[in-house]
């Protein structure tokens, strides 16, 4: 009887229920807790702290935080329509003045902002509709507005420089989960579920990003186990690590072509990267279906001249790039860059012979091996000067190189005017971008794009860059490719989008246990 009492007492205890963890392997590596100043903290803030506007998973825009928009005829005044019944993880109403807080925060104090610091003449809030008036039309700001994170005014309206604000948290947001904590000794952030979200309720408690030194141990972590999906913006999963992940049996591929790409950059200011005889021999000198096999093992393809992927709206079909190193050398010689001292370099109009600084970032290092040996086989020249990010950053804003390697995103490519005008545009700035075309007719292009919503005219002008791209090389498309983004079979429910893949608020509040 005593023992029978004493298990009848154990059971009437309350069980606590386990924790849902979502966990998600990245290589995006977090190296401060700044909510707005560390761009991969950013990035995940979407999370818990929703943008105005999101992407379908068919690349069309809806409401995010905003139930609507309106626009003027003359594209200079947008009007958001804040959806009802949203709060913040400390249950204070979202509001209007949230929304007009944040988007004048950014233009005053984030230096990739600042174009809405400077456009942006008035701001006028009436109850939960939100009126930005501009100085010009600005047909993409629907588009923008997916990328800048909404903050609780009544939290950061005392913080003197937001940008350089660190914190490990906890963060208020809005969204179905709040940034909890910045750990950056686990090398995790942890977000938990939003007491005070209206939604959807996710399925989990918490979602925990966790980052990997590199990609092979974010791989191993998943073939464990221990993670249960993978994620890095703008990235596939390694394609390397693709088929040991099917063989565990474990999880399932999604794959999906996408907008993002690697190109080579020219710096149009100096010679002869200037001359377009000299880009067009270089675009001959590229074996791009060995950069297709070697960097995307098979998930890739063969780009053409007008550098936009077939992923994109309004994609036209232009001449594929082509191998052809004897074709490379004919235009080289026809352009006068010739190799009159036969050591195997040929020379400029100086007389000197053409060795081409390859600036990179170290993690691109075996591409630039591949253009190296390419453009050497045709008699060009080429160091390679490997840098850290921010030095990167810095020596490309200066023009400090002759040729860059670098790699465009889904969301770069739909900025500024759309179709990667935003990486050429000699007028924008941010870290990504090159700024190297100030070509009159590729500018009136892109004002002109940026001036109207007339869907016929924007076909033809998707068609005039295309082909612009396509007469003028301003960059070299070195290959198109799929992203692969692994998930546990145990989890149904995933959501992808052209433009953040499965990181949307779609998976977080759809994702649950298979029953």
């Known amino acids: 009887m005593v023992l029978t009492a004493a298990i ?283 950069m297709v096999n070697i960097a995307t093992l098979g998930y890739g393809r063969v780009p053409n001249r007008g550098f936009i992927p077939p992923a994109m709206d309004g994609y036209i079909s232009t001449q594929a790039m082509e191998y052809n190193p004897e074709t490379a050398k004919k235009k080289l010689e026809s352009a006068g860059y010739k190799d009159s001292n036969g050591n195997g370099i040929v020379e400029g109009n100086d007389g000197k012979d053409i060795v081409l600084d390859l600036l990179i970032r170290n993690a691109y290092s075996r591409e630039a091996e591949l253009v190296k040996e390419y453009l050497e086989k045709v008699g060009i020249g080429v160091e390679i000067r490997s840098v850290e990010d921010n030095t990167w950053f810095e020596l490309k804003d200066t023009y400090n190189y002759d040729i860059t390697l670098t790699r465009t995103t889904p969301w770069g490519m739909l900025m500024h005017a759309n179709w990667a005008t935003g990486y050429f545009d000699s007028r924008r700035t941010g870290q990504g971008v090159l700024h190297t075309v100030d070509d009159p007719v590729f500018l009136e292009l892109c004002d002109n794009i940026l001036a109207t919503t007339d869907t016929t005219l924007l076909n033809r002008y998707a068609q005039d860059v295309q082909n612009y791209y396509a007469d003028n090389l301003p960059g070299i498309p070195l290959y198109w490719k799929n992203d692969i983004t692994p998930y546990n079979k145990k989890i149904t429910g995933w959501y992808s989008n052209p433009l953040y893949g499965i990181m949307n608020e779609f998976t977080l509040t759809g994702v649950k246990p298979v029953a």
């Not at 139930?67 to 009802?84: A, C, G, L, P, R």
């Not at 809405?116 to 003449?121: D, H, N, P, R």
């Not at 464990?224 to 703008?234: C, Q, R, V």
């Open 8 to 290: 009848l007492a154990c059971c009437c205890l309350p069980v606590m229920a386990e924790e849902k963890i979502l966990r998600v392997a990245t290589t995006n590596e977090v190296k401060s807790p700044a909510f707005i100043g560390d761009y991969t903290l950013g990035l995940f803030n979407h999370i818990s702290n929703p943008p105005l506007m999101q992407m379908d998973q068919n690349g069309k825009l809806i409401g995010l935080l905003a139930d609507h928009y309106e626009v003027s005829s003359d594209n200079t005044q947008w009007t958001f329509y804040i959806k009802e019944n949203q709060f913040w993880s400390d249950g204070t109403p979202v509001t209007g003045d949230d929304v007009a807080f944040s988007i004048q925060m950014y233009g005053k104090s984030v230096p990739n902002a600042g174009w809405i610091g400077e456009t942006l003449t008035d701001t006028a809030v009436d109850g939960n509709k939100v009126t930005f008036t501009f100085n010009k039309p600005y047909t993409n700001l629907a588009l923008e507005f997916t990328s800048y994170s909404i903050l609780p005014r009544h939290i950061w309206e005392s913080v003197e420089n937001p940008n350089e604000y660190t914190s490990t948290g906890p963060y208020v947001g809005a969204g179905p989960f709040y940034l909890d904590n910045v750990d950056l000794n686990a090398g995790k952030v942890i977000f938990k579920r939003n007491p005070y979200w209206k939604g959807t309720s996710p399925a989990y408690d918490a979602v925990e990003i966790s980052w990997f030194k590199n990609e092979d141990a974010a791989a191993k972590a998943l073939e464990s186990g221990a993670m249960d999906t993978y994620w890095k913006y703008a990235s596939s999963y390694p394609y390397a690590a693709v088929d040991s992940l099917k063989s565990s049996g474990t999880f399932e591929i999604l794959e999906k072509p996408t907008s993002g790409l690697t190109f080579l950059g020219f710096n149009l200011k100096k010679e002869p990267l200037s001359d377009i005889s000299f880009r067009d021999a270089i675009s001959y000198a590229i074996n791009y279906q060995e």
